[in-house]
């Protein structure tokens, strides 16, 4: 039966159903199959007076088989499933362990009653997916949990402990055990009666409507440009009819949100954050990291201590200074007194990861950790100074790491007699929130050493992208490209603030120039400055305008002014902008012209792509999927978008290729081809082929 993933099992009076489709029991069409078949199993046999379904391995079912979203539907569906096993004459009971996430918490709600054991949790993810529960979910979690929980786990996604889940009637029992133990006592309870049993299907839920309204309300503002948040409400509010009816909405819903390009960008997202995982350097043995050293107390450093210690590492921290340090110390408790407050640590786990941290002014304290992680100021002769030191200080196989976000990591390691323990670890700040590692692999970088790169990542729970050394990385590099763009609309006639509500419009959380406030101008200053020497005199310069307002000593929220004014909590215009402005298209002879929001987004985002595309080119992302994990977890690109080259992707290579000779006319020297894009405009290929290795 079923390729052997659904089997049954007879003991006395009651019959057990166990599924085991490896890795998280993904409820695809063998496994909805064999449940079927598995009923009429059961029923044929005649003896069975309850049924126990569990799950094999580490989870209960982690929900539908994403991988069959897209495809032609395969019979039976999983809705028809869950209704099969609600109509079902003999009860059955399901015992969760692991998660029973989006399909899988509505097999169990289809069941008559629901055990979980102590570890489990529950969740109505699909939300995430950019769908929403299409297997009743939005009919049942109501009907069990009452329309306010509900609504709060179908909007969130969030996993929900038993314990939570028992609260609010999504669970009827914890016991702790085996599942196949918890599952047989389970079903025998069932028959004596000290499990009560019942059809959700055939519960009322009681109105809500002012949790209706306002959640409606509260959706519409949090995710303008998302379909499924509202429509999960809709169906939530559905579910005080009729259920067949309610039923019959969920699903006509669901078809809407399924093949919209929100979901298969959310979704695009889901695997491509399991898909960077996938290096070269994956089967080398990565080496142990039980204590990290971090050199500079800044933000970064800060930052970075600050996630290894809520990793449970034991952090020495290092500046030149003890005016310095105290600061580092303090910017690190502040840090991890705001993961209290946001509820990610306890104050216990608090009190022990700062238990965890040494402060020191000497270098040599750094002897004996095993992976040393440099922050400092981003200037080569500074960095060089300090490799050549921790080459001399560090024990033979310490890791040695440079934050670097720019500067080649080849040179760095040459400072050493061990480049092969070298590699650059680029976190993004404020590094103990942002998801992003690019782990940065330098000509000499031995494979083990990448793997520990992507071990620490796992063990901060951060997302690793390998990146190859180039200015920049991955990121950064096509960063330092498109963001040219956005200052070449403003020198050619749009207003900053056009060019952040266009780009807010296509979904970034902040356009451009809200964002430079908030990183701070100077640092693009300094960077315009560094690569003054070695600007190709063809190149256009954009960087007119920002260096007035540096020159003036507006860096943005730090000097309450910048692109804007900020005052409190306000963003104000800042009255001195247009004349700037004014001033330096005037000096560059330049007569402003007016652009649409549409051509704002469209000239940014072919700029981004044609860099992105560079980047793959020329081996800096090991594919396509790596660059688009990058903007997602690194650089606030739309999620449902995908990622920018899977965005490429719904606007094709012929179009983009057309795009980019039209601007051409006007800069030839911004505007080329990429080559692989021109191959595949000819080709009819595309980003996502070259994701599967085509
Ligand atoms: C749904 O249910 C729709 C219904 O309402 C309606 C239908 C009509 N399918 O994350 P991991 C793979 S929508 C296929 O590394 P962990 C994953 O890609 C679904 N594959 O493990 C990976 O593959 P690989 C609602 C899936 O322990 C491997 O399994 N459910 C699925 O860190 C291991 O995954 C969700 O959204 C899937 N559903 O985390 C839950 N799930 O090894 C999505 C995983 O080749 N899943 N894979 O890279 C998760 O959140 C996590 O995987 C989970 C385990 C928490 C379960």
Redesign the pocket.
């Known amino acids: 039966m079923g390729e052997n993933k659904v089997t049954v099992e007879f003991v006395e009076d009651v019959a057990l159903i166990c599924i085991n489709n490896p890795?998280?029991n993904?409820s695809g069409v063998v496994v909805r199959q064999g449940i079927v078949d598995a009923l009429d199993e059961i029923k044929a046999a005649g003896s069975a007076k309850a049924i126990g379904l569990y799950c094999a391995g580490r989870?209960f079912i982690?929900?539908?088989?994403?991988?069959e979203f897209g495809k032609p539907p395969l019979e039976p569906?999983?809705?028809e499933v869950c209704n099969i096993l609600e109509d079902n004459e003999i009860p059955i009971v399901a015992v969760i362990h692991g998660?029973a996430?989006?399909?899988g918490l509505?097999t169990a709600m289809g069941c008559h009653a629901r055990v979980a054991v102590p570890t489990a949790k529950v969740g109505l993810?699909?939300v995430?997916?950019g769908?929403l529960?299409?297997?009743g979910?939005t009919q049942r979690a109501p009907r069990l949990a009452g329309i306010s929980n509900a609504l709060d786990l179908i909007l969130s996604g969030r996993h929900v402990p038993a314990k939570d889940a028992l609260e609010m009637g999504l669970v009827d029992r914890i016991d702790d055990g085996e599942p196949r133990e918890v599952a047989l006592a389970a079903a025998k309870d069932v028959v004596v009666g000290t499990l009560a049993t019942r059809r959700t299907g055939e519960l009322t839920t009681t109105p809500d409507d002012a949790a209706i309204e306002t959640t409606m309300a509260a959706v519409q503002k949090k995710h303008p440009h998302l379909i499924s948040p509202q429509k999960c409400v809709e169906c939530v509010a559905a579910s005080t009819g009729d259920f067949k009816e309610g039923l019959a909405f969920e699903r006509a819903r669901?078809m809407e949100c399924l093949p919209s390009p929100q979901s298969k960008g959310l979704i695009h997202a889901f695997?491509g954050e399991?898909a960077v995982a996938n290096i070269p350097e994956r089967k080398a043995q990565a080496r142990d990291i039980a204590s990290v050293g971090v050199i500079g107390g800044g933000t970064m450093g800060s930052g970075i201590s600050t996630s290894a210690l809520m990793a449970g590492l034991p952090v020495t921290l290092i500046e030149v200074s003890q005016e310095g340090l105290d600061r580092g110390v303090a910017t690190i408790t502040g840090n991890l007194d705001g993961a209290v407050k946001r509820g990610k640590m306890s104050p216990e786990k608090r009190d022990a990861a700062l238990a965890k941290l040494t402060a020191s002014t000497e270098m040599e304290s750094l002897a004996e950790v095993d992976l040393v992680i440099e922050a400092v100021f981003e200037k080569m002769e500074i960095k060089k100074e300090i490799f050549t030191k921790l080459d001399a200080i560090c024990k033979d196989g310490a890791v040695l790491a440079s934050n670097t976000s720019y500067l080649d990591v080849n040179e760095i390691a040459a400072m050493t007699r061990r480049p092969q323990d070298v590699l650059g670890l680029h976190f993004f700040s404020p590094a103990h929130i942002m998801k992003l590692l690019e782990v940065v692999v330098g000509e000499k970088t031995a494979p083990e050493v990448v793997a520990t790169g992507f071990a620490l990542a796992k063990k901060m729970r951060k997302v690793a992208v390998r990146a190859g050394v180039c200015d920049g990385f991955i990121g950064n590099r096509i960063l330092g490209h498109y963001l040219k763009t956005a200052s070449y609309l403003v020198l050619d006639g749009a207003h900053p603030d056009q060019v952040d509500k266009a780009l807010e419009g296509f979904g970034f959380a902040m356009g451009p120039h809200r964002v430079g406030d908030l990183a701070g101008l100077d640092i693009g200053y300094m960077t315009r400055k560094r690569l003054a020497a070695t600007r190709p005199a063809e190149e256009r310069y954009g960087g007119a305008i920002a260096d007035r307002l540096s020159e003036n000593g507006w860096n943005g929220r730090k000097t309450s002014k910048g692109y804007y004014v900020y005052e409190g909590r306000d963003t104000l215009e800042n009255p001195d902008l247009n004349a700037i402005i004014d001033e330096e298209r005037a000096r560059a002879g330049i007569t402003p012209r007016v652009f649409s929001d549409e051509e704002i987004v469209e000239r940014y985002m072919t700029a981004m792509i044609s860099e992105a595309a560079r980047v793959v080119e020329d081996g800096i992302a090991l594919r396509p999927v790596d660059v688009d994990v990058v903007f997602l977890s690194g650089y606030g690109f739309p999620r449902f978008r995908g990622g920018p080259l899977h965005y490429a992707d719904t606007i094709g290579a012929a179009e983009l290729v057309k795009r980019i000779e039209a601007y051409a006319q006007e800069d030839a020297h911004y505007w080329k081809v990429p080559a692989l894009l021109r191959k595949m405009a000819e080709d009819g290929g595309s980003f996502a082929d070259l994701n599967k290795g085509k």
């Open positions: 890795p998280v993904a989870t982690a929900g539908a088989d994403i991988t569906g999983l809705p998660t996430l989006g399909g509505e993810p699909e995430l997916l769908i529960p299409g297997a979910g669901f695997f399991r």
